[in-house]
């Protein structure tokens, strides 16, 4: 079993208009948008990064805005629900607020002893917020959002899958253990995490593959200290039969990637060396940053891109 990772580091997803994804998770859900890039393999569209004041790995949620791309179908083989944390007795709050900006999908319940508000994205993103006891992780403070009722990052990912038992074992290997059951859902969990420590599986054996579109999560990645507890993962995740791909540079993380048995696309990512990395944290977020590779492209981007408010 291995001991390297900490949680989740990002989760990101598709979204169909850059200025609409910005503004729910800034002015509505009060995150803060933390870097401002491109798709590195696709540099025509945004890569939008969002979390607390320092986009810490366990609050990231990112997106590929695909201009018209049509929206996902729900199913089985995807992470069906990024859940993130509020503190205690702050869910009237948030159901207030969500329910005046004609949120969609609001629907509170109880899940494993815990109160959980779900909502959709613009794009019918799969969401809930997460009342967390005891989650000393700071929130953004300088967004619309007062910091005593603010998300604290990332509580889970809920997957849905047609059978459960293949992600179960995957995650045990990844240092997961399983802490409960409820219902078709199992409830896998870290120890000594950064927070981002809980996945959810959903076994649904009679329910179709997801299609994916906007709204729909293009891979959850886990979380690594550095580049040798990522080297000893990879080497792990081969050992084990995954074909994990070459360590590949993001700039603000370095990723390997891999397909799980349940069909749903797997990063690990680093802790290092984080978005300060070519901005200050004073204004992260703000200005179009494109790494080496594609900065020839800047004059072209900057008129093809759409210009995208604060
Ligand atoms: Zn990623």
């Known amino acids: 079993m291995l001991t390297q990772i900490k949680g989740l580091h990002h989760v990101t997803s598709l979204a169909a208009d850059a200025q609409q994804n910005s503004d729910f998770f800034t002015k509505l859900l009060g995150m803060r948008r933390v870097k401002k890039t491109v798709n590195f393999d696709a540099p025509d569209v945004y890569h939008l990064y969002y979390g607390d004041e320092a986009g810490t790995p366990g609050s990231v949620m ?17 992470v069906a629900e990024t859940a993130f944390a509020v503190p205690v007795d702050t869910l009237d709050y948030w159901r207030e607020r969500l329910a005046a900006a004609a949120v969609g999908g609001l629907e509170e319940v109880e899940q494993f002893g815990e109160k959980r508000l779900r909502f959709e994205g613009p794009d019918g993103d799969g969401f809930a917020l997460v009342e967390v006891p005891g989650d000393t992780r700071a929130p953004y403070a300088d967004g619309p959002v007062p910091a005593d009722l603010g998300i604290r990052g990332f509580r889970g990912v809920t997957m849905r899958l047609r059978e459960a038992d ?15 059951r409820e219902g078709a859902l199992i409830r896998m969990a870290l120890d000594n995490g950064n927070g981002a420590d809980v ?17 729909s ?8 200290e550095n580049r040798e507890a990522q080297a000893e993962v990879r080497k792990a995740l081969i050992e084990a039969g995954a074909h994990v791909t070459p360590v590949i540079d993001r700039d603000y993380f370095w990723a390997i990637y891999f397909r799980t048995p ?7 990512a680093t802790n290092e060396p984080g978005f300060e990395r070519d901005e200050d944290l004073a204004h992260l977020g703000r200005a179009l940053k494109l790494p080496a590779q594609h900065a020839h492209l800047r004059p072209q981007l900057e008129q093809s891109l759409m210009a995208l408010a604060d």
Do not use: C, N, W
């Open 62 to 78: 990112t997106y590929f805005p695909f201009p018209h791309i049509v929206k996902g179908q729900r199913g089985t083989g995807e």
């Open 217 to 224: 999560v293009h891979h959850v990645a886990f979380a690594v």
């Open 166 to 180: 293949a992600t179960a074992r995957l995650l045990s290997f990844m240092g997961y253990r399983e802490i409960a």
């Open 262 to 268: 349940g069909g749903i696309l797997f990063e690990i």
């Open 199 to 215: 996945v959810d599986l959903e076994a649904l054996p009679d329910v179709g593959r997801a299609r994916e579109g906007a709204g």
